[in-house]
């Protein structure tokens, strides 16, 4: 009998979480499958003695062998793939071949209402095949500020974001895993779309301002045009793709579309969640010079 769950995106910061928390609800670690393009390398990050299997959007023949055995499904599209109708649907044709109980998907929040990102389509092509679904739509994650942001905050002390005093609500990444790890082992989580939030929104003055008190050293906020950001991540060498995109969130978070609170956490996971600021507690070691 098929129990196993296949994790695309393992080695990201939601693949990883989830993971944990799989592990950490009970689940055998061969029944968790990472689905990964170099298993060392994940080995490196992850659990070693998970059921890793070579795996690959842009190289189809990864495809059905990988999902002969799989009951369950939690797919993160690669921030560096935008066009899904080439790499994304003829996976998830594969899957509704191979007949899923459940296919988990890490959207957007507000995704319903914005046909423009590659979620939205993604979104409705699992709709129209008829898996069973849940959709993940978090807002924006705080690990942003660890990852993609955090060159900028640790070395030139600032924040670079073409978001102006536009408010944005943040949620911890290991929130996101928990919930999705518990929607696939609970019932009653098929055919739902779950908005998922911080507990309060911010803008980057404030932001600055946090990073600024708990490093004790100034941090400061630069909200350039779209102009002057797209030529400086230009410059830094980042896929125009990316630069789109990024220009995009932060636009929205610009008109004040960004910064809505749900208490899906809270019913979720009965707690609240992470705040920002126990957030940067844990993870000073980050920015830190």
């Known amino acids: 009998m098929k129990k196993k769950i296949l994790v695309t995106g393992a080695t990201?910061?939601?693949?990883?979480?989830?993971?944990?928390?799989?592990i950490e609800l009970g689940i055998e670690r061969d029944s968790i499958i990472p689905a990964v393009r170099n298993i060392e390398k994940a080995k490196e990050r992850l659990?070693?003695?998970?059921?890793?299997?070579?795996?690959d959007f842009e190289k189809k023949e990864t495809f059905s062998d990988n999902l002969e055995d799989i009951d369950k499904i939690l797919?993160?599209?690669?921030?560096?793939?935008?066009?899904?109708?080439?790499?994304?649907?003829?996976?998830?044709?594969?899957?509704?071949?191979?007949?899923?109980?459940?296919?988990?998907?890490?959207?957007?929040?507000?995704?319903?209402?914005n046909p423009l990102t590659p979620h939205h389509k993604i979104e409705r092509y699992i709709k129209r095949l008829g898996i069973p679904y849940t959709f993940l739509r978090p807002s924006f994650f705080m690990q942003n500020l660890t990852t993609t942001h955090l060159e900028e905050i640790k070395e030139d002390q600032e924040i670079?974001?073409?978001?102006?005093?536009?408010?944005?609500?943040?949620?911890?990444?290991?929130?996101?895993?928990?919930?999705?790890?518990?929607?696939?082992?609970?019932?009653?989580?098929?055919?739902?779309?779950?908005?998922?939030?911080?507990?309060?929104a911010y803008d980057f003055y404030e932001i600055a301002e946090i990073l600024s008190e708990y490093l004790n050293r100034k941090?400061?906020?630069?909200?350039?045009?779209?102009?002057?950001?797209?030529?400086?991540?230009?410059f830094e060498g980042y896929p125009i793709s990316k630069i789109i995109v990024m220009i995009g969130l932060y636009t929205i978070a610009r008109f004040g579309k960004a910064d809505e609170r749900t208490d899906?956490?809270?019913?979720?996971?009965?707690r609240e969640p992470t705040s920002f600021k126990e957030f940067v507690e844990n993870n000073l070691s980050k920015w830190k010079r």
């Open 47 to 55: 659990d070693k003695d998970l059921n890793y299997r070579l795996f």
């Open 12 to 22: 990201g910061n939601v693949g990883e979480e989830t993971i944990k928390s799989l």
């Open 264 to 270: 899906t956490v809270e019913r979720l996971l009965g």
């Open 75 to 113: 797919l993160i599209r690669p921030p560096a793939i935008s066009h899904v109708r080439r790499y994304i649907f003829p996976f998830i044709d594969e899957a509704d071949k191979a007949g899923m109980d459940q296919l988990v998907f890490l959207s957007l929040q507000g995704v319903e209402n």
């Open 219 to 234: 941090i400061e906020y630069k909200s350039p045009s779209i102009i002057r950001f797209f030529i400086r991540k230009k």
């Open 160 to 200: 670079f974001v073409p978001a102006g005093k536009g408010t944005i609500n943040y949620i911890d990444v290991i929130d996101i895993g928990e919930i999705a790890a518990s929607v696939m082992i609970e019932n009653g989580h098929i055919d739902k779309s779950y908005e998922l939030t911080g507990r309060r």
